[in-house]
T-cell receptor
Framework: SQTIHQWPATLVQPVGSPLSLECTVEGTSNPNLYWYRQAAGRGLQLLFYSVGIGQISSEVPQNLSASRPQDRQFILSSKKLLLSDSGFYLC?????????????FGPGTRLTVT | AQTVTQSQPEMSVQEAETVTLSCTYDTSESDYYLFWYKQPPSRQMILVIRQEAYKQQNATENRFSVNFQKAAKSFSLKISDSQLGDAAMYFCAYRSAGNNDMRFGAGTRLTVKP
C-alpha cells in the first residue's frame, strides 16, 4: 500500500531563516505531487505541483520554491522566511494518470515563524 | 478558473441525527470529479467520498452520501446517524478531468452534540 511521509511535524523558525520541508511517497511510482498551505481555520491553498522529476508548476508567486530531485520526493524551500509563511503545510500525491481520481495527504507540518 | 464555494462556515448536529453540508462550484468543463474530505483535529486530511461527473448515480459510502446536481453545479454531503467522531472540518473539492490540480472550498466546521 502507498504511504506518504512529511517531516518535520512541527517547526519554529525565526524570520529570515531558511526553510526545507520534505515529503516522500512509498508504494507508488510516477506520482503527481502537491504542496498546500492551510492558514488557521482556513481552506487549502495550492502552492506547487509536480508531474515528474524536475517539473514544478507554481500556483502562487511568493518567496517559497519547490523541487523534485527524485521520483517520490518533493521538497518545499525558502531562502528567507516571512512571518506570513506561518501555517500548516500539507503534501499530497495522486496517481500519475489523469484518470486517477483523488489526492492522498500526508500528516502535515506546522510551521511557526517568529 | 474553477471555484468551489462552501456557504456554511459552521454546522452542528445532534448525535444520531442527519446533517447536510452544502457545496457549489463554478466550471465550464463537462468532465470532472468532486470530492469531500474530512479534517479532524489531528489535521490529517481524509477522503470521505468522491463523485465522477459523468455518473448520474449519487455516490454512497456507508453513512455518507452525496446529492450531485450537475445542472445546478451543486454537490452536498449528507451524514446520517451522526457520530461524535464525525466532528471535523469538511472540505469540498473539484478537479477537472484534464487537469492535475484540485480546488478546495473554504471548509465547513461540523460539531456533533452528544
Amino acid at each position: 500500500s502507498q504511504t506518504i511521509h512529511q517531516w518535520p511535524a512541527t517547526l519554529v523558525q525565526p524570520v529570515g531563516s531558511p526553510l526545507s520541508l520534505e515529503c516522500t511517497v512509498e508504494g507508488t511510482s510516477n506520482p503527481n505531487l502537491y504542496w498546500y498551505r492551510q492558514a488557521a481555520g482556513r481552506g487549502l491553498q495550492l502552492l506547487f505541483y509536480s508531474v515528474g522529476i524536475g517539473q514544478i508548476s507554481s500556483e502562487v508567486p511568493q518567496n517559497l520554491s519547490a523541487s523534485r530531485p527524485q521520483d517520490r520526493q518533493f521538497i518545499l524551500s525558502s531562502k528567507k522566511l516571512l512571518l506570513s509563511d506561518s501555517g500548516f503545510y500539507l503534501c499530497a500525491w495522486r496517481g500519475g494518470r489523469l484518470s486517477s481520481y483523488e489526492q492522498y495527504f500526508g500528516p502535515g507540518t506546522r510551521l511557526t515563524v517568529t | 478558473a474553477q471555484t468551489v464555494t462552501q456557504s456554511q462556515p459552521e454546522m452542528s448536529v445532534q448525535e444520531a441525527e442527519t446533517v447536510t453540508l452544502s457545496c457549489t462550484y463554478d466550471t465550464s468543463e463537462s468532465d470532472y470529479y468532486l470530492f469531500w474530505y474530512k479534517q479532524p483535529p489531528s489535521r490529517q486530511m481524509i477522503l470521505v467520498i468522491r463523485q465522477e461527473a459523468y455518473k448520474q448515480q449519487n455516490a454512497t459510502e456507508n453513512r455518507f452520501s452525496v446529492n450531485f446536481q450537475k445542472a445546478a453545479k451543486s454537490f452536498s454531503l449528507k451524514i446520517s446517524d451522526s457520530q461524535l467522531g464525525d466532528a471535523a472540518m469538511y472540505f469540498c473539492a473539484y478537479r477537472s478531468a484534464g487537469n492535475n490540480d484540485m480546488r478546495f472550498g473554504a471548509g465547513t466546521r461540523l460539531t456533533v452534540k452528544p
